[in-house]
């Protein structure tokens, strides 16, 4: 099984997916948020995101973390708290030898519904039409987070090294565990 740990980080919110990778389509394995809203020292919401995910890694063994990068705000100090979370869980997944995985905010949303421009609304109801949540009941920070995960699982199992192909009839005749039907 191939697990990929998805996280959507954030200083007052942390979504989380948990992702087995290991067939084409792909499942989840669980999704939530850490609230950090009340812990009101930065230094302690770091260190509880560095606790919370070393718990995770520990409970469900990922072979992978995927994470959002951040992205470009009109306020520098929350992008410096964002850049912190990022860091601390990069560093948790680090030090628990996982491999680090990064992705910007447009790439997971291009991979995810074709749209780089979509809003958080129309990745997670792409992924309850992608049948990896049942129903769109998931905060919203969560279902981000498993977005990265599944980026992450759509943009390494397209490999085709070494092969040509004369068309679409023949790639598709090749790779029929590589197509999802709705």
Known sequence: MKIILGIDP????????????????????????FRLNKIKDHADKLKAI????????????????AI????????????LKLGR???VVIAAAM?????VFEYSPRKIKQSITGNGNASKEQVAAMLQNMK???????PLDATDALAVAVCHH?????????????????????????????
């Open 10 to 33: 954030g200083t007052t919110i942390l979504g989380f997916a948990l992702y087995n990778a290991t067939s084409a389509q792909g499942a989840l394995v669980n999704i939530g948020t």
């Open 50 to 65: 560095f606790e919370k995910t070393l718990q995770l890694i520990e409970q469900y063994q990922p072979h992978i973390l």
């Open 68 to 79: 959002e990068a951040p992205f470009y705000g009109k306020n520098p100090q929350s992008m």
């Open 85 to 87: 979370a990022q860091g």
């Open 95 to 99: 030090y628990k030898g996982l491999e």
């Open 132 to 138: 990896l949540i049942e129903e769109n009941t998931h």
């Open 154 to 182: 759509l943009q390494n199992r397209i490999t085709t090294a070494g092969q040509k192909f004369s068309g679409w009839e023949a790639f598709l005749t090749k790779n029929q565990d590589r197509i999802l039907l709705f």
